[in-house]
């Protein structure tokens, strides 16, 4: 849904050049005072409005004392306040449209302002909505309506008649574009004291030590942060100082004239700091050479994180966390911070299966696969992240997926962390505030900073520095380093950076556009991008069911503990979701359905199925994305979440349901094993592909971003070689997920780690073969 991160703008004393101070991420959303800049006319707003009300509708107060029956815990004034809340009030709205303008690819941008612009106009709202639209007495002539001055009733019918469409699809891609959000901004969007107030009754807190303190207490001095030795921080500065900083860093900095740029020598420049930079940098620094790590996000540390959802995926996610496939079937999660994807993952540290391992060996060529130094490298690397296996006490989710597993006697296997037996955090997805889990921030960057390595954050790669030359091993171009601007407005300048080697790793999805704005041309850079498609299922687990308890609340403890393996492809793991993303993916019926669900957030249990894909995706010169399960794929994830919805059963659920845009739910109290068959059985239906526009199933979700820029044997069948370099440029190197020759099937944090420490060594021995010839 979108292509470009927000501006990320810090805080007014940064501006100033000082150090931030304490919990830049707990602030409000990031309006921030500014203008809204989304351009849409006054009519066109109006119908958003309405719309956005019709979603997330004022109900009557009656509705908070026991809406359909459900023995919920009475939530007093909160849940009052909370039924009489609607999208149509204040600022959220002007959100939406400024999410959806700024955020969002052109074409849905196209869309969406044509179809808010028919529905501010009668015509067009009667060719949109048909009779709906009508008004008049009985007897009497009718009259056309705008979308805006239809009822309640008639609007939210209207939606509902969108949302089941096949005959105009575009009129479900709108649909399904203000609904996530409509509801995202509703539930994650907080005040200046970074609350919301539709948090209570819907039973989520963030933890206490976040909270702010009844009485105002001196700050405390800043303690020192891991990378301070190494971190340039440009937003904070100008031309001037940043020239400074870098020569205090101990970089050759040179001034550039009135209309050049300034140029920077080092012997590595690497472009990203997450799994692959991270562990490149230290690698390379620890053997001698000067590395500069350049990074777009910012740099933050564990008294930083907040755990608020909406400033926190402004700032620590790509695009603000809106971020998806150009056809809206996939939504995707990237991190873009010191530490990357590392420093918001979920924590699970799943070594390669050994039978990937033999596939990319025997089947692609690559022999590195196989050997002995690759599993060293897994062993070098679980060590440095201090992976521990089990955990002391699991989450209310992972107790549910335990519990479910054991009963229907399916093995369930405890997934090793990058934290300690007993991390209980469940928030570490917005950045680990107990400082527990360890992310290439708090290590491999640290260690890369102890041998001198410069860590430039605010800082954008525009593309390789490319020159012709006769070639070594057919390669007709050698990289010089690289051109990069600083996103602070004091910094006039780009940035020169000079290198002997340079390394791209920016992920998947932004390796190939950085590879393509550098001039390469290889066919493969691009294409082969796999994301581990995932289908969710949901179980609602009252508090004072009958039989013995789970305790605990959705949000709360480590985010993936358990892990259950359907068939040799698909795996069955639980997500981290809080309210906004909970609601942006949860299938929208009606207002009042809507908030019923969300009433019971606590306490309904996600588990997703995981599938390694084998269709392939593509990633254009322009970073948008293209990505289309295969039959045999979709057929996988129906399969596994089959066995999700099984094992919520088996655990005591009191009703489950899936993220079909139709609600597909079955209450579980007394239910027989027949209508449980029966149920499954439409979960299992093709009525078309599962990713189909013209389908019921919902939009699919992707943290794992592999392959588009696959490493191989020879220049036909991939984009760089067994080494990571490219088939084109001498000195050009690839070092992250785009490497992976195909899915990997399981969290690939270690596998992208443990690959990066063995290519980074063989970049070492190289540079020190070319310094002795």
Not at 695 to 718: E, I, L, P, T
């Amino acid at each position: 849904m979108a292509v470009q991160g927000g501006d990320g703008q810090r805080k007014e004393e940064e501006e100033k050049g000082s150090r931030p101070g304490p919990h830049p991420l707990l602030c409000g959303w990031r309006r921030d005072g500014r203008k809204y800049t989304h351009g849409l006319h006054p009519a066109q707003m109006e119908a958003l409005r309405a719309m956005c009300g019709a979603f997330i509708p004022s109900l009557p107060a009656e509705e908070a004392a026991g809406a359909g029956g459900r023995a919920d815990p009475p939530g007093g004034k909160d849940l009052e306040r909370f039924y009489l809340a609607s999208a149509a009030d204040a600022a959220i709205p002007d959100e939406v449209a400024e999410l959806m303008v700024t955020r969002c690819i052109r074409e849905a941008v196209l869309l969406g302002w044509v179809v808010l612009w028919m529905l501010g106009t009668r015509v067009g709202t009667l060719l949109l909505c048909g009779t709906l639209s009508l008004s008049g007495a009985a007897g009497e002539l009718p009259s056309l309506r705008r979308f805006a001055d239809m009822p309640l009733e008639r609007r939210e019918a209207a939606l509902q008649r969108w949302n089941r469409t096949r005959w105009f699809f575009p009129l479900r891609i709108v649909f399904a574009l203000v609904k996530i959000l409509s509801h995202y901004v509703f539930y994650a969007m907080v005040n200046e004291k970074s609350k919301n107030p539709h948090w209570n009754a819907i039973g989520y807190r963030v933890e206490e030590w976040r909270e702010e303190p009844e009485e105002p207490v001196a700050p405390a001095p800043a303690r020192p942060r891991p990378l301070d030795n190494g971190v340039v921080e440009t937003r904070a500065l100008n031309d001037t100082t940043l020239l400074k900083s870098l020569a205090d860093k101990g970089l050759a900095a040179k001034p550039g004239s009135s209309d050049a740029h300034h140029t920077v020598q080092c012997d590595v420049v690497i472009v990203g700091s997450g799994c692959g930079g991270g562990v490149a940098a230290a690698m390379l620094a620890s053997a001698g050479y000067k590395v500069v790590v350049v990074e777009k996000g910012d740099y933050y540390t564990a008294d930083d994180y907040s755990s608020i959802e909406g400033p926190s995926m402004e700032r620590l996610f790509e695009n603000g966390g809106i971020f998806c496939t150009s056809n809206v079937t996939t939504m995707l999660f990237t991190g873009t911070t010191v530490g990357g994807g590392s420093a918001v993952n979920w924590s699970a540290s799943i070594r390669t299966p050994g039978e990937v391992l033999q596939e990319w060996s025997r089947e692609h060529g690559l022999p590195l696969f196989g050997s002995p130094g690759y599993q060293q490298a897994m062993d070098a690397v679980c060590a440095r992240l201090g992976v521990t296996d089990g955990c002391l006490e699991e989450g209310f989710q992972n107790k549910v997926v335990r519990r479910g597993c054991e009963a229907l006697g399916l093995p369930v296997d405890a997934v090793p962390r990058n934290s300690s037996k007993g991390h209980y955090c469940g928030s570490c997805n917005f950045g680990c505030p107990t400082g527990d889990k360890r992310g290439t921030d708090t290590t491999w960057l640290v260690d890369a900073v102890k041998h001198g390595a410069v860590v430039l954050t605010g800082c954008k790669a525009d593309r390789f520095i490319l020159e012709r030359t006769n070639g070594k091993n057919g390669r007709s171009k050698k990289c010089a380093g690289l051109m990069a601007t600083c996103l602070s407005k004091g910094i006039t300048k780009k940035l020169r950076i000079e290198a002997k080697v340079s390394i791209s790793a920016c992920g998947a999805l932004m390796t190939p556009p950085l590879l393509h704005r550098s001039g390469l041309r290889n066919r493969h850079i691009g294409q082969n991008l796999h994301l581990h498609p995932v289908s969710m299922a949901w179980g609602y687990f009252p508090e004072n069911k009958q039989g013995p308890p789970i305790t605990g609340k959705s949000y709360e403890g480590g985010i993936i503990t358990s892990m259950h393996r359907v068939t040799e492809r698909t795996i069955i793991e639980t997500p981290a979701l809080s309210p906004g993303g909970f609601a942006a993916m949860v299938p929208w019926e009606s207002g009042r359905d809507m908030k019923e669900r969300m009433r019971r957030f606590a306490r309904t249990a996600h588990a997703f199925a995981l599938v390694r894909d084998r269709g392939a995706g593509t990633v254009d010169c322009e970073g948008r994305l293209r990505f289309t399960p295969s039959r045999d794929d979709t057929r996988e994830l129906r399969n596994g979440l089959r066995r999700v919805l099984r094992i919520l059963v088996a655990a005591g659920a009191a009703e489950v349901g899936t993220h079909r845009s139709d609600g597909l739910r079955l209450r579980c109290k007394g239910v027989r094993d027949e209508d449980l068959e029966a149920f499954l059985d439409e979960v299992s239906i093709e009525k078309g592909p599962m990713h189909s526009t013209t389908d019921k199933w919902g939009v699919f979700s992707s943290a794992h971003q592999m392959g588009s820029c696959r490493m191989g044997s020879n220049c036909k069948d991939s984009a760089v070689d067994g080494s990571g370099e490219s088939w084109e440029a001498e000195g050009l190197y690839v070092c992250d997920g785009s490497l992976l020759p195909t899915a990997v099937g399981v969290n690939p944090m270690i596998t992208i780690q443990s690959l990066a420490y063995c290519l980074s060594k063989e970049i070492a021995q190289s540079l020190a073969h070319a310094k002795k010839h």
